[in-house]
């Protein structure tokens, strides 16, 4: 019998909230998960005991994993989802357009010895947002770079916010018809999601589809790459999606299909089947498209942003926005040079393995941060923490390319200043007040860049939103918030959110390790300073 699931996702993309046309002021905060999608969707196998208590921080060596078995172009169909999910897996594969390459690009070597191009360009909206190009079944759109959130979405219909304002100030709608002429499949499964955040619930509804898709400026595609096609929403991003990079325990989608697959034939989905639908950088690196199981970010600053323009701003007003590298560490830099950091992990027991979850698993992109200086003083950690037994006295951050701010919680926020940005009190500081942030990772020290976090108050993210519209002196690019609880086991509190502002300090790699064991091979993020 087969079973209708509410599924409630765990996102923090940063989404848009209702503003004066012609364009939405982006919301300033990380949203808020309203539940956890892995704890929720996990209780679709009849509250089993799924998850063990271990060591989720676990050691790894440098050299990557054995590449996965390559991604089948069909299911058998016997006995497996083909028949049970309803759609058909035998797809007539297309040739997807690329776009026009603007800079100069190395050539990376392929799993087959040959040059391919491995690095896609980003664009930069104002320092808010930082979006990739992306063609999803024959479409170019432009799609949110989000680790926050793991299911990639495209609206087939504008979101709410957008509704009555011209066609030619709004992002490009997904085309149904077009992508039916290319080989996308409808599921016949719905995404139902809501996303929590400080100017309330984001409400979102769609259908789980399939299609292939590229990165554009990249060689590299996938096949059947599972997502969300959008439409309704009572939010919007602002672009014509987002491509979502967290891990699939995580997400809805996959958890779903397992789910479903174990509730209508009563055996695991086997873990290379289940493989199929995870999100677009492993299910590359399950193609065996990339050799490494990871991506690489780098972000540049827009030394012309003004946040508060926002609402006016033309909607394709672009700058260059850095580069996202598949599979590879960017461009003259090795892996020894990076400062890595180790991301928690779930462990499942037999039980839930014998359910189709994996032995362990990473979770979200979170990491410990150790310590965080200020002007020359350590600051007192907060006592917010609401896991701290639990998490053995650490405390974790998001790593989120998809928060255009910075999070944490009020007590070591007013540490630093109570002018923070979007404050109600309107309270500033002077902007040439000494300003030394620092924050440490795995023993190491990052110094973050002045202009990043010390903003004019008329530039402070989305001030107006929370009651604060001073107009003189500066604020401190960051928002209150309270640290979330252990989401699906031990290790998977987040006490503070770093987004565009650190990303911008920073070269980050995100290696997803082994994702059917990370006792093998744990996940793990990479830093490396740039110069100020």
């Known amino acids: ?14 989404l848009v909230v209702a503003a004066p046309a012609p364009f939405p002021a982006p919301s300033p905060e990380p949203m808020h998960a309203v539940g956890s ?30 590449l996965l078995p390559r991604h089948p172009a069909a299911f058998d169909a016997s006995g497996n989802s083909k028949k049970s999910m309803r759609f058909s897996m035998s797809k007539k594969r297309h040739e997807t357009g690329r776009s026009t390459k603007r800079f100069t690009r190395r050539q990376a070597a392929g799993n087959n010895g040959t040059a391919v191009d491995d690095e896609s360009e980003l664009l930069n909206y104002l320092d808010i947002r930082y979006i990739a190009s992306i063609n999803i079944a024959g479409q170019d759109l432009d799609v949110i770079l989000d680790t926050g959130s793991t299911d990639t979405f495209v609206y087939s219909v504008h979101p709410e916010p957008f509704e009555g304002l011209p066609e ?137 942003a003004v946040t508060s ?107 630093i200043t109570n002018a923070w940005a979007a404050n109600p009190s309107n309270l500033v500081v002077d902007c040439d007040s000494p300003f030394e942030f620092i924050l440490q990772f795995g023993g190491q020290n990052f110094t973050m860049a002045k202009e990043d976090f010390l903003v004019p108050s008329t530039e402070a993210l989305d001030s107006a939103n929370f009651g604060g519209s001073a107009t003189s002196g500066c604020q401190f690019q960051a928002q209150p918030a309270d640290p979330t609880p252990d989401e699906v086991g031990p290790g998977t509190s987040i006490t503070y959110a770093l987004g565009a502002p650190f990303l911008r300090n920073v070269i980050s790699v995100f290696d997803y390790g082994n994702l059917n064991d990370a006792t093998q091979e744990a996940p793990r993020i990479g830093l490396y300073p740039r110069s100020q």
């Not at 019998?1 to 993309?13: E, S």
């Open 168 to 304: 030619s100030q709004l992002p490009p709608l997904y085309s149904n018809s077009t992508g039916a002429a290319n080989g996308a499949i409808d599921t016949g499964i719905t995404y139902e999601a809501q996303y929590g955040g400080g100017n309330g619930v984001t409400s979102t509804l769609g259908a789980v589809q399939l299609a292939d898709v590229r990165l554009n400026g990249t060689d590299f595609s996938v096949s059947n790459l599972t997502f969300a096609n959008l439409y309704q929403s009572t939010a919007a991003t602002g672009a014509s999606g987002l491509l979502g990079l967290g891990f699939p325990l995580n997400g809805i989608i996959w958890l779903e299909f397992i789910a479903r697959y174990y509730n209508e034939t009563g055996q695991p989905m086997p873990l290379e089947q289940s493989a199929n639908y995870w999100p677009i950088v492993p299910l590359l690196y399950h193609e065996q498209r990339i050799s490494r199981n990871l991506f690489s970010v780098e972000v540049d600053r827009d030394s012309n």
């Open 309 to 415: 323009t926002a609402s006016s701003a033309t909607l394709f007003d672009y700058t260059e926005g850095g580069t996202l590298t598949l599979g590879d560490f960017p461009e003259q830099l090795t892996e020894d040079q990076f400062l890595w950091t180790p991301v928690p992990y779930v462990a499942f027991t037999e039980q839930g393995q014998s359910r189709g979850l994996p032995r362990a698993t990473g979770n979200r992109w979170t990491t410990p941060l150790e310590a965080i200086y200020f002007n020359g003083q350590q600051l007192t950690n907060t006592t917010q923490q609401s896991s701290l037994e639990d998490d053995g006295g650490i405390f974790y951050t998001l790593i989120d390319t998809g928060n255009p701010s910075t999070s944490m919680p009020r007590d070591v926020l007013s540490q």
């Open 37 to 66: 999608s892995a704890s929720s969707l996990l209780s679709m196998f009849d509250d089993a005991d799924l998850i063990a208590v271990s060591d989720t921080l676990g050691k790894r060596d440098a050299a990557p994993a054995a």
């Open 1 to 14: 019998m087969k079973r209708n699931v509410a599924l409630v996702a765990t996102c923090a993309a940063s």
